[in-house]
């Protein structure tokens, strides 16, 4: 069975980390670049960050440029997404998606997680 499970959200205060992974299994994560979406209560889904196939290229969104890093281990399978500095506006549910090809930025979403949950609040 294709998929990818997100894991390690959770309720932490602001100022806070935390590092979320996006394991695949039934595939290869190696030849996928692989992005991270979040979705805020009320909101829209947004693209937070993408990571190309050999990690060479990544890219983030505005609003979490210097705060979140994201890499890889094709090895493992699985991506990251470490998370510093967390914000109260950082509070969504996070979802990682492979693309059908190797590079940035997410345009052809193959496989969607189903979301693991970072609350940020005091």
């Known amino acids: 069975q294709l998929q990818l499970v997100e894991s390690g959200g959770g309720l932490v205060q602001p100022g806070a980390s935390l590092r979320l992974s996006c394991a695949a299994s039934?595939?290869?994560?190696?030849?996928?670049?692989i992005g991270w979406f979040r979705q805020a209560p009320g909101k829209e889904r947004e693209g937070v960050s993408c990571?190309?196939?050999?990690?060479?290229?990544?890219e983030y969104a505005d609003s979490v440029k210097g705060r979140f890093t994201i890499s890889r281990d094709n090895a493992k399978n699985t991506v990251y997404l470490q998370m510093n500095s967390l914000k109260s506006e950082d509070t969504a549910v996070y979802y990682c998606?492979?693309?059908?090809?190797?590079?940035?930025?997410?345009?052809?979403?193959?496989?969607w997680g189903h979301g693991t949950l970072v609350n940020v609040s005091s």
């Open positions: 998606a492979n693309d059908v090809s190797t590079s940035c930025p997410i345009a052809y979403v193959e496989l």
């Open positions: 039934g595939f290869t994560l190696a030849y996928h670049a």
């Open positions: 990571i190309s196939s050999g990690g060479g290229t990544t």
